[in-house]
């Protein structure tokens, strides 16, 4: 009778359930003018194939470190490849003249970078109350 109870009194505290899959919001600056965006596209963002806004402004993708639970959620629902994989795919686009994504240590960190950059675009918890910025989707 224990293991009900004990169940019960996890899920209270926020403890999540074996297997569930954290929840991301990608957010972007105000200064966006995207409502929405797929996947595919925001694989193409992380990816360096798309780099412009539709309005031609500059995207400035950011990333939570390679360690972090949301990197790890993020790189397999949209780039379909684990962190460390897509740090070599990301040397590549260097040395092409593409600067990788920046990263980020924190939720916050992103939000408050994504706030104050125009055309930035991140991903964060979504435990987290975005404030001053454009819920462009939600992952998974």
Known sequence: MRTPILIVLALALGWSEPGRTEELLVIANPSVTAASLSSDELAAIYLLKTTSWQDGGSIVPVNR???????????DAVLRHPPNA??????????????????????QAVL????KVPGAIGYISASVVPQSVKVLTRLP
């Open 65 to 75: 470190e390679a360690a972090s639970s949301a990197r790890t959620v993020f790189s």
């Open 86 to 107: 897509l740090n070599a795919y990301w040397n590549q686009m260097h040395f092409k003249g593409k600067v990788p994504p920046l990263v980020q240590e924190s939720d």
């Open 112 to 115: 408050a970078f994504v706030q």
